[in-house]
Structure formats: structure tokens, C-alpha cells
DNA sequence: CTTGACCTTGCCATCATTGGAAGGATTACA
DNA sequence: TGTAATCCTTCCAATGATGGCAAGGTCAAG
């Protein structure tokens, strides 16, 4: 199998795949004279694993070590609980600020009066810090980039940037 | 006023105010005759408001919006809202999707066994990809990076990766 | 044999941010 | 005044996961 097969067969682009073998994640594969990769049906289940867990929201790191445990049969499943369990602290914590964020944000917006008026408490909010009252525009999450992927991307490749 | 001090007064870092300036988010500021960049308080006011709209999650595409109506205070605060709104619907998708990823790894490990036996669904559920039952692991979301940034990192500076 | 679809490597871009290096400017202190 | 420490400057590189493009090799069908 080439690596283009691989890839539909996975739903990891090709692009990719060479990627995570470049950093290690997948093992070198055999090659054709031509100089072609090939893939067998175990290394296309293994990139399935990894999509899966892409899609999961872990980091590749975090992939990393899960292919190794599941490779690994004799491994205890404590570390995978672990491991999925402090994944999903991490989740919801996040999940939690952008909620939190998003509250704000709604509040502010609800006393907007969306008229020709230039007054704006979001514009005010910005400016002062805390020109609405209780809001604590400061609130200060110590995380950093949520670590969420575009899931594979059937549909377009667009960026949804906010 | 010192790049520095501006910084510490924004709580923007001196490398990002260079960064901003560069890219166009902030103008270009008067120097010194030894080529210093110099801020006056209007200025940190501005980096302030920029800070505050980056901590809740605004792309610095946003920002730029933002701050344009910020100085301009004749625009209506129409505009300032629909953008508020529509930042306020992703992040809730967002969260909505952090949530979902976070309880479909909680069902697995739930019933994980978590002793030294090498059976665990979660193992199992990525590499068949349905393995329990109704749980849809390939769900997948057609959304893009989540937009977080880190806050303004008074405490260290650890980019938490999951 | 040609055409088109596939593969290869390699480099560039994204986004926000940090880090470092090399060198000039200013300040503080002996 | 000399010097050291601290600031500032610019430029370059890296992060993570991914897309895109280009130049060139390969393969299968017509």
C-alpha cells in the first residue's frame, strides 16, 4: 500500500504521516526500489489509533506515549487511565475558561446598545479593566494553548479561526 | 518612557510590543536620538486594552478591529458588539467540544480496570474506533486550533501542552 | 510512448510567543 | 573617569500541527 491509500484509509493526510514519522512517532517504513513507502494493513491501523487520538484533543506527545502502551500489550492499563484522566482534567479545565470567557463577553455585549451610540461597556470593559462592575477582566488563566486540532478534515480546509 | 517600562506598565512583553508594532498592530513609535523606542501613557493604555482583549481570547485579527474602534470613537458600537458575539458563539463551541472530548474519555476510563490487567477500553476504543458501544469516536468537529492564549504570565512561564 | 496520477524531498507559511546572539546606549557605582 | 551592569536595538530561530507549492522521479493505463 502507498502512502496515498494509507492515507484514506486512516483519515491521516499523507502529509502527515510523513510528518510523524519525521519526528518519530511512527517508525521508518520499508521502501520500494523506487524509493515509494509502504504501508501494510497494521501500520494503517496504527495511524487510525493515532487520528482517533488526534481527534481526542491529545497532544503527540501524549499519542506518543499511548502507540507505545498500546503496542506494548503487556503494559498495565493503569498508565492509560492515567493518562486519559489527566487528559481530561486538562479538557475540562479549558473547556471551563471558555465558558468563562465567553460569559464575560455575553455580559458585556447584553449592555451594548447596539444602536449608532459609541457607548460600549465591551470597548469601556477593554479599556479600564473593570469598568462594568464584578467582571474581573483580569482573571488571569495560568493555561496555555488549548490543544485542540482540526478533526480530519473532510469538509474544507479553512482555518476557523475564531 | 523605555520599552521596558512600558511593558511592565501593559503587562504586554517588550518582545511582543515590538511584535505588535511590526506587524502593524500598533504604530510606529517615536524614538530617541540612540534609536529607543518611547511610550507615553496613552500608549501603554492602548497596550493595556490590547492585553486585556488578548486574555479573553481574541485573535490578534480581532484585536486590530477592536482597537480601530477603540480609537475611533465616532464608530458605532454595533460593530464592537456583533464581533463580541460572534467570539462569544466560537468559544462556546468550543468549550462544547472540549466537554464532549472530556466525557468520552471519561466513559472509557470508567471502565478501565486500572490494575496491572492489560485490558482497557480506551486502548481499545482508539484502535477500533467504536469499540464501546455507542460512543462515536470518530465524531469529528470541523473546527480549528481553539484561539486561546496564555494570560498575562505572572507566574510562570509553562506553555501547559495537556 | 505519452499522459496523468501518484510519489519523493524540501522549503515556505501560518499564529502568537519566546529565546538567543551580537552589538550599541545608558546608568550606577567605585 | 572608568567600568560593569543593565538596558535597548535588530535579526534569526524555534515551537506544533498542518497546508501548500515546486521540481523531479515513477507507475499504470491508453
Redesign the pocket.
Known amino acids: 500500500m502507498?502512502?496515498?491509500?494509507?492515507?484514506e484509509a486512516s483519515g491521516v493526510?499523507?502529509?502527515?504521516i510523513?510528518?510523524y514519522e519525521s519526528?518519530g512517532l511512527i517508525p521508518k517504513t520499508v521502501?520500494?526500489?523506487?524509493?515509494?513507502?509502504v504501508y501494510s494493513d497494521n501500520d494503517v491501523a496504527t495511524l487510525g489509533f493515532i487520528r482517533r487520538a488526534?481527534d481526542l484533543g491529545f497532544?503527540?506527545?501524549q499519542i506518543a506515549e499511548l502507540v507505545a502502551l498500546w503496542r506494548d500489550r503487556d503494559r498495565a492499563s493503569t498508565d492509560v487511565k492515567r493518562i486519559a484522566l489527566e487528559h481530561v482534567e486538562v479538557l475540562e479545565r479549558k473547556a471551563r475558561e471558555l465558558q468563562e470567557m465567553a460569559a464575560t463577553l455575553k455580559h458585556l455585549a447584553k449592555h451594548c446598545h447596539g444602536d449608532t451610540r459609541p457607548e460600549c461597556p465591551i470597548i469601556e470593559g477593554l479599556q479600564t479593566g473593570g469598568g462594568t462592575g464584578s467582571i474581573d477582566l483580569h482573571s488571569s488563566s495560568q493555561f496555555g494553548a488549548v490543544?485542540l486540532?482540526?478533526a480530519h478534515?473532510d469538509t474544507a480546509?479553512k482555518?476557523v479561526?475564531s
Open positions: 502507498n502512502i496515498g491509500q494509507a492515507a493526510s499523507a502529509k502527515m510523513r510528518y519526528i521502501r520500494t526500489e523506487a524509493g515509494y513507502r488526534r497532544s503527540v506527545e490543544g486540532r482540526s478534515r480546509p482555518r479561526r
